[in-house]
C-alpha cells in the first residue's frame, strides 16, 4: 500500500508541473519557489502546536487547490502560481513520507512516525 501511496502522490506531482508549464513563467520559478512552503516550519520556533498549524497550513492539498481554483477565477496568474507551488511541494513532500503534522511533536504524522 504504501508503494501505491508514493506512486499516487507522484502522479499528483506531475499534475503540478503540468499546471506550472500552462503558466506564463519560465521553469526556473518552479524550482526555486518549490521549496518555499516549508518556511512553516519556523512556527515550531513559537511551539509545536504554532509550528504544526503553520506546518499544515502551508502543506495542506485542499488549500492550495482552493488557491490555485481563486487565481484560475480572478486570472492572475501569480496566485496560480502559488496553488501549484502549494500543490506540487505537498505531493512532493509525501512522496518522501512527510505528512501533515498533529500537535504532540514534528514526526508524528498523518501518514505516520517519521523516520519508524
Known amino acids: 500500500m504504501q508503494l501505491?501511496?508514493?506512486?499516487?502522490?507522484?502522479?499528483?506531482?506531475?499534475?503540478g508541473i503540468l499546471l506550472?508549464?500552462?503558466?506564463d513563467f519560465a521553469w526556473w520559478w518552479f524550482l526555486v519557489l518549490l521549496l518555499t512552503p516549508d518556511l512553516g516550519m519556523l512556527g515550531y520556533i513559537v511551539s509545536v502546536k504554532v509550528g504544526a498549524i503553520s506546518y499544515n497550513l502551508l502543506h495542506h492539498k485542499g488549500i492550495a487547490i482552493g488557491?490555485?481554483?481563486?487565481?484560475?477565477?480572478?486570472?492572475n496568474q501569480w496566485v496560480?502560481?502559488?496553488?501549484?507551488?502549494?500543490?506540487?511541494h505537498a505531493s512532493m513532500d509525501r512522496i518522501f513520507g512527510y505528512g501533515l503534522k498533529y500537535f504532540?511533536?514534528?514526526?508524528?504524522?498523518?501518514?505516520?512516525?517519521?523516520?519508524?
Not at 506550472?20 to 503558466?23: A, D, Q, R, S, V
Request: glycine share 10%; proline share 0%; aromatic share 14%.
Open 80 to 88: 496560480q502560481l502559488v496553488g501549484v507551488i502549494l500543490f506540487s
Open 67 to 75: 488557491v490555485y481554483i481563486v487565481g484560475v477565477y480572478v486570472q
Open 104 to 116: 504532540t511533536n514534528f514526526k508524528h504524522t498523518h501518514l505516520g512516525e517519521l523516520g519508524s
Open 20 to 23: 506550472f508549464g500552462h503558466l
Open 4 to 15: 501505491l501511496l508514493k506512486i499516487e502522490e507522484l502522479f499528483m506531482f506531475l499534475l
